[in-house]
């Protein structure tokens, strides 16, 4: 049986999402933060207090030398102990689509961003033509190790609906990069249409949004 570390998703550093960080960002709360590998570049990078969330407990264990303070468990029932708008930046990297309510997670979380801070979501795109393909010509909706259709997500998003969450949830959408990935044949088709195919392309969304307003 493989173990957590085996897995080069608890390894990444997201320098994709660091860079959507603001620059003046002292306080960071990384939500799955993995064996810490972000974590340890935005302490490098001079970020004040860096704070992490893990649910998988010997990883987290192994990640808490590089975060001022680890909280190990389940995000969707954790209670935090900070005061309303300490964090000027709040982290999730490819966590949402893993919990059964990330809407009101996020919610949840809007008190602890200071006014004018920031979210940055990374989500994986289930519009991608190949999982389109599959459902609409094959009848397949396979899960599987890791991507798209990862066995773990429990919550599938497209650009529109990860917007409409962040939106909803109080933040108000400032940045979107998108991560394409696909055959030459399809990205070639893309290229001749301006682009028109973009979404279908698009692996994973980073969107960087700042807060807005209070939500109860």
Not at 109 to 115: D, E
Not at 145 to 169: C, E, K, V
Not at 204 to 211: E, L, S, V
Request: neutral net charge; glycine residues 8%.
């Amino acid at each position: 049986m493989p173990g957590a570390f085996d897995s080069p998703y608890y390894m990444n550093v997201r320098h994709d999402m660091i860079g959507l960080v603001p620059p003046d960002a002292k306080r960071v709360l990384e939500v799955g933060c993995a064996a810490g590998m972000t974590g340890r570049e935005l302490k490098a990078k001079g970020i004040k207090e860096v704070v992490g969330i893990e649910i998988v407990d010997d990883v987290a264990r192994e990640a808490s030398r590089y975060y001022d303070a680890l909280h190990i468990g389940d995000v969707e029932t954790m209670e935090l102990p900070y005061e309303t708008g300490h964090f000027d930046c709040i982290l999730y990297g490819d966590v949402l689509e893993h919990l059964k309510d990330p809407w009101s997670v996020l919610c949840r979380h809007n008190r602890l961003v200071r006014p004018g801070g920031a979210i940055v979501v990374s989500v994986p795109n289930v519009r991608h033509y190949r999982i389109i393909k599959k459902l609409a010509f094959r009848g397949q909706w396979e899960y599987q190790d890791d991507g798209i259709m990862d066995r773990t997500h429990l919550r599938f998003f497209t650009l529109g609906t990860a917007l409409a969450m962040i939106r909803d949830a109080g933040f108000e959408v400032t940045t979107t990069l998108k991560k394409p990935s696909g055959a030459a044949w399809i990205k070639g088709l893309n290229n001749l249409i301006r682009n028109s195919l973009i979404d279908l392309l698009v692996r994973q969304y980073i969107i960087a949004a700042r807060k807005a307003r209070e939500v109860m």
